[in-house]
């Protein structure tokens, strides 16, 4: 069974800083990984998809990494502002299945 | 459509009432999947359809929970005698197919009193 999971909970970083977001999975056979942020009472937003052939996906100041053998992503975020403060989630497609599992999310509050 | 569409974006019921909720997904989208978010919680896979069948429905938590899908356009998720516990945001997104990015709509919120 497919556990997803995101670490830290909760992160708040300075203005301008770069930072890292961290996503884990047990099962290697995925199909793809997605990122999606998520503003308080609202939907997900897309930001970045990875197809399990791909090592990285580049998106304005977001990279995204995958690392299917040791079953980690990473969402790099350059030079933060405070309009990047929301939830970032991780979700991952398995091979073989339909549902794509989500971690919990990291929640990102920037300060100004 | 531009989005994917949700309605109603906000409903209360009365413990025991059955709810409808809608969503309209993007034209031309086979892939269509149901979600759950409780309050603090992460995401819960509800159902997946693939025009109008669902060959993934094992996220639907018990039997008073259903969900259809007509014209491989718009689903509706039914919630038969509501339960506190069913109270949370249901969230409904689309893909073009499966495997494809997922576009989310807005959600549902629903509060069981």
């Known amino acids: 069974k497919q556990e997803v999971t995101q670490i830290p909970a909760a992160l708040s970083v300075p203005e301008g800083e770069n930072l890292v977001l961290n996503c884990s999975f047990t099962d290697s056979a995925i199909y793809n990984l997605q990122w999606f942020r998520q503003d308080p009472g609202k939907g997900l937003t897309s930001l970045l998809l990875?197809?399990?052939?791909?090592r990285e996906q580049t998106s304005g100041r977001l990279n995204a990494s995958l690392d299917k053998s040791s079953g980690r992503s990473t969402l790099y975020i350059a030079a933060s502002q405070p309009g990047d403060s929301a939830t970032y989630l991780c979700?991952?497609?398995?091979?073989?299945?339909?549902?794509?599992?989500f971690g919990a999310g990291t929640r990102l509050f920037v300060k100004a | 459509g531009a989005g994917v569409s949700q309605s109603p974006s906000n409903k209360v019921t009365e413990k025991g009432k059955d709810v409808e909720l809608r969503c309209d997904p993007i034209s031309g989208h086979t892939a269509l999947y149901w979600y759950r978010q409780s309050l603090g919680q992460g995401l819960e896979f509800l159902i997946y359809f693939q025009g109008n069948s669902a060959p993934d429905k094992s996220g639907l938590p018990s039997d008073r929970f259903s969900a259809e899908r007509t014209g491989g356009s718009v689903s509706t998720l039914t919630i038969q005698r509501t339960q506190q516990e069913d109270s949370a945001v249901y969230l409904c997104?689309?893909?073009?197919?499966w495997g494809y990015g997922y576009t989310f709509g807005s959600g549902t919120r629903l509060t069981v009193v």
């Open positions: 990875i197809q399990s052939s791909q």
């Open positions: 979700a991952v497609t398995n091979t073989g299945g339909f549902k794509t599992i």
């Open positions: 997104a689309s893909s073009l197919e």
